[in-house]
């Protein structure tokens, strides 16, 4: 055979395969999402969730030793508050759960880049990400609280917010309210493109955060829809955000390719809670191999362009970089 392309001839050694990858991800890269959870000595295995577990602040730093020993340097935290209300109080209470697990991990942990999530579905009695006006969440209502909730994340020690809500101008409402704080060099991550998706329902028993009635396709998009999350993309660019990102991973890596191409801000992915449940249902059943899944599933989210990985999986996919079987 007289062949001039042999693309066989690039995979024929460990070392040549490596040589040619075209996928390049180092740990630095990683965020490990964690929930922290009022009460004392908590550590909770969630039933959805095999293998993450609910942390009270107490219990906080011996899992954040955990998390940083295996070179895991940023953690996205989630609170749940033992009281809910109307309005969500408790996301920007002084003393709430959240800005309680902040000022102990930034104590215990300088060395963590911590994120927060600014949300209110946790801490609303409806279970919606907002306040609500009838049945529906009022948009512009919401607005200052969401930037009250950032605010007090970055009073308790965050170092980055990231709105997770779907309201319009969330961005430019906490962009606004953390420069008149003096906080201009806090970064914002805005959960940009976050489609309605059956993927968070373990993460919605994790953190006690369904709707109580209806669901939240009035403000999550619609995963019919691509060039609708560019439009949503670039408006949060325009309204000042820093760190975009598109939520879910697997499902949506065509809008992650796409942000990558359109957009010149960093591009994170969120590889959700029903992510994970999969392959780790699957991998219990005994059907798939579990690390060979967390390799592969990990690589295809950063392939797809994305340059920042949430992700559950956090800690393994360090340990297979580490020991050089991806990245
Ligand atoms: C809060 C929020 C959710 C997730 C992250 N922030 C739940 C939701 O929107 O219902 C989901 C994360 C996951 O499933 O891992 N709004």
């Not at 209300?85 to 942990?109: P, S």
């Not at 880049?113 to 919606?128: P, R």
């Not at 809500?165 to 430019?172: E, K, L, T």
Request: aromatic share 8%; proline share 5%.
């Amino acid at each position: 055979m007289e062949l001039t392309e042999r693309p066989r001839r690039l995979r024929s050694t460990p070392a040549l395969r490596k040589m040619v990858r075209e996928t390049r991800i180092d740990k630095s890269s990683l965020i490990y999402p964690m929930f922290v959870k009022e009460g004392k000595g908590l550590k909770e295995e969630i039933p959805t969730m095999p293998g993450q577990f609910r942390y009270s602040v107490d219990m906080l730093p011996a899992a954040l030793d955990e998390v940083s020993a295996g070179g895991v340097l940023s953690v996205m935290l989630f609170g749940i508050p033992d009281k809910k209300d109307e309005c969500g109080t408790g996301a920007w209470m002084e003393d709430g759960i959240i800005q309680k697990a902040l000022k102990e991990a930034k104590r215990t942990h300088p060395e963590i880049y911590f994120i927060s999530d600014v949300c209110m579905c946790e801490y609303t009695s409806h279970g919606h990400c907002g306040i609500l006006n009838g049945q529906q969440v009022d948009n512009d209502r919401t607005l200052p609280y969401l930037a009250k909730i950032a605010l007090s994340h970055v009073q308790a020690g965050a170092d980055m917010v990231a709105p997770s809500d779907m309201m319009d101008g969330r961005v430019a409402a906490i962009r606004a309210v953390l420069d008149q704080n003096q906080y201009e060099n806090i970064p914002i991550m805005s959960y940009a493109a976050k489609y309605a998706s059956s993927f968070y329902g373990p993460f919605r028993d994790a953190a006690g955060s369904a709707p109580a009635f209806g669901d939240r396709k009035a403000y999550q998009m619609d995963y019919h829809n691509r060039r609708e999350a560019l439009k949503e993309i670039l408006t949060d660019c325009e309204e000042g955000a820093d760190i975009i990102m598109v939520k879910p991973a697997l499902s949506y890596l065509d809008v992650i390719r796409e942000a990558a191409d359109q957009i010149l801000l960093p591009v994170a992915a969120y590889s959700v809670s029903g992510e994970y449940a999969m392959i780790k249902a699957a991998a219990q059943a005994g059907y798939v191999d579990e690390a060979a899944m967390i390799c592969e599933t990990a690589v295809s989210i950063y392939r797809a362009g994305c340059g920042i990985l949430l992700s559950y999986f956090a800690k393994e996919i360090a340990g297979f970089i580490e020991e050089g079987r991806i990245g």
